[in-house]
């Protein structure tokens, strides 16, 4: 089969683009191959999708066979709706709350009453007042309101993490777990959650509200913020389930952590490998991976709160140490022997904390859910999801949440004014199974494909690898998340238009299949198919219902005809292509498409990487086809090694 012409691919998509410009339509790439068809994604946590095992064979041939399992299903997006009717007063302070901490006669422990009697969701009242400052103070009083069992479970964020610590309480008040606490590292934040009706405590160190980006002394402060948390939840005597805001919780926790009650600690690994089959804690010893505190569980016993102290020495000591090596670094002083009668449960630090890894299939890392899907291939419902293992910052991770349909975006998400546009493609078998699992053949199958889904032979990490990580129950091919080939954080960038041109508004491929979707925007529904020119029914209108409707397309468009034969469907807000296959002629305005090329080269990003090489990286180059000797090689040398525009 000949090479897609990509320039006309993208021409089309450059329709859409226009299209988006106009109509305010964001683009919902979906490919209709036999794979897809039968819905083989990584669909995981809701509706329709299950957790069920998805043999390699099986998912390329018959992956419409899926299981359900044992997982609330969302009620709807509808929980900030407190945030929107109180906005920031002009006499806001400088990072944007405020507060009446300074009024005279007000009995601040009546305020902290309120706050910790008030249902999760439940937002002030419209008249309501911001509370003085000292009630959101963290107190035993208040993790006394809230725990349950002794347990308490925790997570922070400042206001750029808003909507990341917003999803978190969704998911678990939806798995009617209530015992939860959220902190926050700004004013800003600390007022957005109190108007969402979020129990929220006031972690008294302002950090700055946007993204800190990892890495950053910021970022590294707020390593040390959770250091401080812990000491302080576990000197009230509770037990402590402390998360980052980028995980998601699909399955009540808290009666697993309850089958080990020895246990002192409780963490989730790096490890891409499993070595147990069930759900029982991985075999420590032969468990190889970096202890991840994104998700860990404390009991507050001697030993624990002696290790949380010396912690917390060491982080507020040397500014350089990243919080999670700072932990193993003390967990790996001493380790073993595994703790008699008790499976799974190791003796680490002293050599009396009594330590457990939870299974990575079933507390997942980015790699083991989205990459590996190992929950699905070992017929375990996963427990969580944490998006490490991920390319594109804050952005990457936000996206695969949504691609997973784990995100809970406000409505206006899922129903913009201008609608949506999708369209089908088709994968050839041969690019997904036929011949080697190789670099080259990997290269052919992402090249052939224009936007997400999108399947992959290889995968992506920071380090040279043979395609797939040893041991790993990576299938080839997988469905792999768009930040492994999109630079996903790239695309939302606010480029100018006078240089990039208009925005490209885009959706997760899972987009259509969201159960949040309103049922205005499924119903509301054209499909463009596409005919000859002097076939008699071209260019006709077929009704298939009060809602949706036909349309026979003529092949080879210009944009102007394109936008004339569609504008008359612009209140439709769901317009599909069943093949986009010869209907974009190609740019007429030159200026406009020098535009988008522009904009579009700087989407794609690298495979990383070829083995024993000092540049072993390879750029994806999204005009591969324009260039006769292209091959997908890594960089001679420094001159060569960057983006190829």
């Known amino acids: 089969m000949k090479p897609l012409n990509v320039s006309k691919w993208l ?3 450059f329709l859409v683009l226009i299209g988006s410009y106009y109509f305010g339509r964001p683009v919902y790439w979906e490919i209709m191959s036999r794979i897809l068809d039968s819905q083989s994604s990584l669909s995981s946590s809701y509706g329709s999708e299950s957790h069920g095992e998805l043999e390699a064979k099986q998912s390329l041939e018959n992956a419409g066979k899926q299981e359900k399992e044992n997982v609330l299903v969302p009620d709807g997006p509808e929980y900030a709706s407190g945030i929107e009717n109180h906005k920031i007063s002009a006499n806001a302070s400088k990072d944007g709350a405020r507060y009446d901490d300074k009024k005279q006669g007000i009995d601040t422990g009546s305020f902290a009453y309120e706050l910790l009697k008030r249902p999760i969701w439940e937002a002030p009242s419209i008249d309501s007042q911001m509370p003085p400052l000292q009630a959101f103070a963290l107190s035993k009083e208040m ?3 809230r725990a349950k069992k002794n347990v308490i479970v925790v997570t922070f964020a400042n206001h750029a993490f808003l909507d990341f610590a917003l999803n978190w309480v969704k998911h678990l008040t939806q798995l009617r777990v209530s015992n939860i606490l959220v902190g926050a590292m700004d004013h800003k934040c600390l007022e957005a959650l109190f108007w969402a009706g979020i129990p929220t405590f006031d972690m008294g160190h302002q950090m700055d509200v946007i993204d800190v980006g990892w890495g950053t002394p910021s970022f590294h402060k707020m390593g040390r913020e959770k250091v401080i948390l812990v000491n302080e939840i576990l000197s009230f005597g509770y037990e402590l389930l402390m998360c980052d805001t980028d995980m998601v919780w699909m399955k009540d926790p808290l ?9 002192d600690v409780l963490t989730s690994s790096d490890a891409v490998v499993s070595t147990v089959d069930d759900d029982q804690l991985e075999v420590w010893d032969r468990s190889f991976g970096a202890y991840n505190i994104g998700i860990f569980h404390w009991r507050p016993s001697a030993v624990s709160k002696n290790l949380a102290k010396v912690w917390r020495e060491q ?5 350089s140490i990243w919080d999670q090596n700072g932990f193993n670094e003390l967990m790996q002083k001493q380790l073993g022997p595994s703790v008699i009668g008790h499976r799974g449960l190791f003796y680490a630090y002293d050599g009396s904390l009594k330590l457990g890894v939870l299974p990575v299939s079933i507390f997942c890392s980015g790699h083991t859910f989205f990459v590996q899907a190992m929950y699905k291939q070992l017929k375990l419902a996963p427990y969580a999801v944490h998006t490490t293992f991920q390319f594109a910052g804050t952005d990457g991770k936000r996206h695969r949440l949504r691609e997973a349909k784990l995100f809970h975006d406000k409505p206006e998400y899922y129903d913009l004014p201008g609608g949506f546009v999708s369209f089908n493609t088709s994968v050839p078998e041969h690019l997904l199974t036929g011949g080697i699992h190789s670099i080259e053949s990997h290269f052919a199958l992402v090249n052939y494909q224009v936007m997400p889904a999108l399947w992959c032979r290889f995968d992506r990490m920071w380090f ?8 790993t129950k990576t299938q080839q091919p997988f469905l792999c998340p768009m930040d492994h080939i999109f630079e996903v954080n790239n695309m939302l960038k606010q480029l100018p238009e006078e240089e990039f041109g208009p925005s490209i508004r885009f959706r997760e491929y899972s987009f259509l299949e969201n ?3 309103p049922e205005k925007v499924k119903t509301s529904k054209l499909q463009v198919d596409i005919c000859d020119k002097d076939a008699s029914d071209c260019n006709l209108i077929f009704s298939l219902g009060p809602f949706s409707q036909v349309y026979n397309l003529a092949r080879h468009n210009t944009e102007d005809q394109l936008f004339a034969a569609l504008f008359p469907f612009r209140n439709v807000k769901h317009v599909h292509f069943s093949s986009i296959m010869e209907v974009f002629e190609g740019f007429i305005n030159k200026a406009r498409e020098e535009k988008f090329r522009r904009r579009v080269k700087t989407y794609t990003g690298i495979w990383c990487c070829v083995e024993n ?6 750029y994806y180059d999204i005009y591969w086809d324009e260039k006769p000797d292209w091959k997908p090689l890594p960089p001679s040398g420094p001159e060569d090694d960057h983006p190829p525009w």
């Open 143 to 145: 993790v006394d309101f």
């Open 315 to 319: 982080l507020l000591g040397d500014d």
């Open 464 to 471: 040279g690898h043979p395609g797939i990580l040893p041991g």
């Open 515 to 517: 159960p949040r979707l």
């Open 613 to 618: 090489r000092e540049r072993g990286h390879i």
């Open 255 to 263: 009666p697993y952590l309850e089958q080990f009650p020895e246990a």
């Open 11 to 13: 021409g089309l998509v």
